[in-house]
Nanobody, 124 residues
Framework: QVQLVEPGGGLGQAGGSLRLPCAAS????????MGWFRQPPGKEREFVAA????????AYADSVRGRFTISRANAKNTVYLQMNSPKPEDTAVYYC?????????????????WGQGTQVTVSS
């Protein structure tokens, strides 16, 4: 079992930067692939980024590639989403997720554990 907490989020400005941390507790963090998803207002939850157990492999949604960076610090049991040059359309509830595998995937259904979500609002 893994518990995930996203203490970040908040309000940002278009063109600025935000960093979302996700802290994990429970079983060995380094044995999990991690992902970030988001749910914009009135829309379904969608994939944002994923990272494998070592951080050596990542994947991004086309909408955020080149602007967002996912990383992890296994010694701190933490995964991060660095959001550079955010846009108002990035406004959403952001969720951290863990998959009980070292391999990354981009599909929501294949993640086993979820955080409670954190609201990110980007103003123009």
């Amino acid at each position: 079992q893994v518990q995930l907490v996203e203490p970040g989020g908040g309000l940002g400005q278009a063109g600025g930067s935000l960093r979302l941390p996700c802290a994990a507790s429970g079983r060995t963090f380094s044995s999990y692939a991690m992902g970030w998803f988001r749910q914009p207002p009135g829309k379904e939850r969608e994939f944002v980024a994923a990272i494998n157990w070592s951080g050596g492999s990542t994947a991004y949604a086309d909408s955020v590639r080149g602007r967002f960076t996912i990383s992890r610090a296994n010694a701190k049991n933490t995964v991060y989403l660095q959001m550079n040059s955010p846009k108002p359309e990035d406004t959403a509830v952001y969720y951290c997720a863990a998959r009980d595998s070292i391999v990354i995937v981009t599909t929501l259904e294949e993640y086993n554990y979820w955080g409670q979500g954190t609201q990110v609002t980007v103003s123009s």
